[in-house]
């Protein structure tokens, strides 16, 4: 997870205009001095089945998309909530526009947006914080696969009949 939620901060970087302050981690949260600042939070991963929308992680670090392959037997649904501070409301509406098209360039249909806000906390409460302090939480999941892929059908013949091989005299 490391190595994909680095591989993001570092596209989005390039993505988004040189004025914007791109942080990550929850740490990066507590500290307010930036008028235009967003932050990366890595957020709760779910595991499906695999996923035709899943991209491989190593894919997100590329400017263009891969050619599909064998689908992994696993989907991870990798949680994403991106804070972003501006000095006004319409400053943070301008960078979100650029951050949603930016994640879609970048991730392609592996994006899924979430349900989104003004200053709520983890809980969903509404964060009593100044108004050059407001952020808007950006929450998204990325579809990255999991595992490696599964042998074809071939492959799994040719194994069951070794293994039968095996047990008849």
């Given amino acids: 997870m490391r190595q994909l939620t680095e591989t993001l901060l570092e596209r989005l970087r390039a993505e988004l205009p040189r004025r914007v302050k791109l942080e ?19 957020g709760q991963d ?3 089945p695999p996923d035709t929308r899943a991209i491989a992680p190593e894919a997100l670090a590329r400017e ?16 994403y909530t991106l804070h972003i501070w ?7 509406e301008d960078i979100l526009s650029e951050c ?8 392609g249909s592996s ?18 914080l100044p108004a050059d302090k407001r952020r808007y939480q950006l929450r998204f999941r990325v579809l990255v696969e999991v595992g490696a892929a599964e042998p074809g059908l071939y492959v799994r013949l040719e194994r069951a009949l070794l293994d039968q091989a095996e047990i008849l005299p």
């Avoid at 263009?64 to 949680?79: E, S």
């Avoid at 501006?86 to 943070?92: D, E, G, L, P, W």
């Fill in 46 to 48: 779910t595991f499906t």
């Fill in 86 to 92: 501006a000095k006004s409301y319409q400053a943070v």
């Fill in 24 to 42: 990550l981690g929850p740490d990066a949260l507590n500290q307010h001095e930036g008028p235009l600042k967003l932050v990366l939070v890595p």
């Fill in 111 to 128: 994006l899924e947006l979430l349900p989104s806000g003004w200053d709520e906390d983890e809980t969903g409460q509404a964060a009593a």
């Fill in 64 to 79: 263009t998309l891969p050619q599909p392959r064998p689908r992994p037997p696993y989907t991870r649904l990798a949680g």
């Fill in 100 to 107: 949603v098209a930016a994640l879609r360039r970048i991730c």
